[in-house]
């Protein structure tokens, strides 16, 4: 149960401030990464926003077009394209 109120809070503080964020390019600019370990961390930060994006939408109960909508902005704004 803290776990699920910890993922709720951190989410909520993601939702709150993602300008604050780096995103996942820039982020991998930063590290200067190249090659194989950018493509690894690329993948990861991916996999990472995907599953704080899925959360989020959980926690906004979104379903449907708006659901898809939003996992398409928030996952696209944390990897930075």
Do not use: N, W
Not at 20 to 47: D, I, N, P
């Amino acid at each position: 149960m803290r776990s699920i109120v910890a993922l709720v809070l951190l989410v909520l503080y993601g939702a709150a401030a993602p300008a604050q964020a780096a995103s996942c390019k820039a982020q991998a600019a930063e590290k200067k990464l190249a090659g194989a370990a950018q493509t690894s961390f690329l993948k990861k930060c991916e996999a990472d926003a995907t599953k704080t994006c899925e959360a989020d939408s959980a926690a906004r109960k979104l379903a449907g077009a708006a659901k898809t909508s939003h996992m398409k902005k928030c996952v696209a704004d944390a990897v930075g394209q």
